[in-house]
C-alpha cells in the first residue's frame, strides 16, 4: 500500500499549484484526477505517521531507542506554528512568478553526469523565480532569499525538478535543528509576537542556524532576478560517464552579474517591483545563468547545508540556462508543478545529508493540507 501510494503521490506532487521546492527526476505518467490525488497523499501522510510512531517505540525494553528526526507531521506542523495555517501557498517562497526557457549542458556537463538533462541537447524549462518572506505579500526589497525553482525537461518524458536560493547556505544544519527555531519563533499567545528568551536560548544552543540570517543581513538583496547567483546548498552524488560517483554542489551564476539593491532603493522603490523588471529584460534578450559545479576537499562537510566550501574548490561550467519568457501576470504553468521529488537516478542522486532525506514527506503533509 505505501509503494503504491508514493508512486501515485509523485504524479499527484506534479499536478496540483503551490507546492513546496525540492529537487528529483520523474517520468511522465498519466496523471490521477484531483480526488484520487487527494486520497493518495493522504495515504501517505497516514503511512509517515504511522511510522514515525513506531519508529519512536523501542524494539526491546532494555534498549534506549535512537534519536529520530523530526517526523513530515513535525516538521508541518512547526511552519504552521510559527507562520500561522498554510491553506493557499507555498511555505517557502510564496511569492514568485513562471518562465519558460531552455537548458544546454557543456561536454563537462556530458562527462560528469549520465542524466539525459546533462546529454548536451538543448532541453525545454520550465522555471518559477521567487521571494522569500510572509507568503505571496512579501517585499521584493527585503532581506531575505530568492528562489530560483526548474524542471528541466529531457526527451523521453523524463523531468527533472531542482530548486536554488541566492545565499550560499541553507537555514538550519538539521532537520531537527529547523523545527526547533520554527517553534522557537512561534507567537507567544498571551503578546502575540516571538518569545524572545526562547529564542534566545534556541540561538544559544543552535548558532549555526544563524549563519544565514547573518549573510542575508549583511549582503543587500538583489536587485533582479537576473543579477543574483542561484545555490543549491545541498551536496549530491553525481555518476559520470566513466562511473565514478563524484560529490558536488551547484551553483547558478547570472551572465549579467551580480547587482543588488542600494540602501536607498530598498526605502524607495515599490514592494512588487521584480516581476516587472524581468518582463522588460527578458523581451529585450534571454537572461542567461551558467550552471557551475563546486567539488568538496577531503575533510569539507558533505552533510551540513549551513557550512559553504571555501572559494578555492575546483569548479566546473557544466551548462547553461536560458530564460525566454515570462508570465504576463500572476499565475502559469509553475503553479501547477510541485519542486519537490529530490531524487534523481543514476545521473545524480542524495548525499547523507539529512535536510535531503527529510524533504519530501514533510512536502506531501504540506501538500495535504492545502487539498482540504
Same mark, same amino acid.
Given at each position: ?57 523501542? #524494539?526491546? =525494553?532494555?534498549? /534506549?531507542?535512537? !534519536? ?7 516538521? $508541518?506542523? @512547526? *511552519?504552521? +506554528? %510559527? ?98 527555531? #520554527?517553534? =522557537?519563533?512561534? /507567537?507567544?499567545? !498571551? ?7 526562547? $529564542?534566545? @536560548? *534556541?540561538? +544559544? %544552543? ?103 566550501? /571555501? ?62
Amino acid at each position: 500500500m505505501l509503494q503504491a501510494s508514493w508512486i501515485q503521490g509523485r504524479n499527484c506532487f506534479g499536478r496540483f499549484p503551490r507546492n513546496d521546492y525540492g529537487s528529483g527526476l520523474r517520468h511522465r505518467t498519466n496523471l490521477p484526477d484531483r480526488e484520487t490525488c487527494a486520497m493518495t497523499i493522504r495515504a501517505r501522510v497516514a503511512a509517515a505517521a504511522t511510522a514515525a510512531l513506531l519508529l519512536a517505540t523501542p #524494539l526491546a =525494553a532494555q534498549t /534506549p531507542p535512537a !534519536a529520530e528526526p523530526p517526523s513530515p507531521i513535525a516538521v $508541518v506542523d @512547526a *511552519f504552521e +506554528a %510559527a507562520l500561522g495555517p498554510i491553506r493557499t501557498h507555498r511555505p517557502s517562497h510564496g511569492k514568485g512568478i513562471c518562465a519558460a526557457g531552455h537548458f544546454t549542458a557543456t561536454p563537462e556537463g556530458t562527462r560528469l553526469s549520465v542524466s539525459p538533462v546533462f546529454s548536451g541537447a538543448r532541453i525545454p524549462t520550465v522555471i518559477r523565480f521567487g521571494v522569500g518572506g510572509a507568503g505571496p505579500t512579501a517585499p521584493d526589497t527585503a532581506r531575505t532569499t530568492r528562489g530560483l525553482a526548474i524542471r528541466f525537461q529531457a526527451p523521453g518524458g523524463v523531468e527533472w525538478d531542482m530548486a536554488n536560493i541566492s545565499a550560499p547556505i541553507f537555514g538550519a544544519p538539521t532537520p531537527e535543528a529547523l523545527v526547533a527555531g #520554527l517553534l =522557537a519563533r512561534a /507567537p507567544d499567545p !498571551a503578546t502575540g509576537r516571538p518569545n524572545p528568551n526562547r $529564542v534566545a @536560548a *534556541f540561538v +544559544a %544552543a543552535n548558532p549555526k542556524s544563524t549563519l544565514q540570517g547573518r549573510w542575508l543581513a549583511a549582503t543587500l538583496p538583489p536587485a533582479s532576478w537576473a543579477t543574483t547567483p542561484y545555490w543549491g546548498v545541498n551536496a549530491f552524488r553525481f555518476r559520470g560517464q566513466d562511473g565514478e560517483v563524484r560529490h558536488a554542489r551547484w551553483v547558478f551564476e547570472p551572465l549579467a552579474g551580480t547587482l543588488r539593491l542600494t540602501e536607498e532603493q530598498m526605502r524607495s522603490l515599490p514592494a512588487d517591483f521584480l516581476a516587472e523588471e524581468l518582463r522588460r529584460r527578458v523581451a529585450a534578450g534571454p537572461v542567461e545563468f551558467d550552471m557551475v559545479l563546486q567539488f568538496p576537499a577531503p575533510g569539507d562537510d558533505l552533510l551540513d547545508p549551513t557550512v559553504a566550501w /571555501p572559494d578555492d574548490r575546483p569548479r566546473t561550467r557544466v551548462g547553461r540556462l536560458a530564460v525566454t519568457g515570462v508570465e504576463p501576470g500572476p499565475g502559469g504553468p509553475c503553479d501547477q508543478i510541485s519542486f519537490m521529488v529530490l531524487q534523481q537516478e543514476p545521473g545524480i542522486t542524495y548525499s547523507d545529508d539529512p535536510t535531503l532525506h527529510a524533504r519530501t514527506d514533510a512536502y506531501a503533509v504540506s501538500l495535504s493540507r492545502r487539498l482540504q
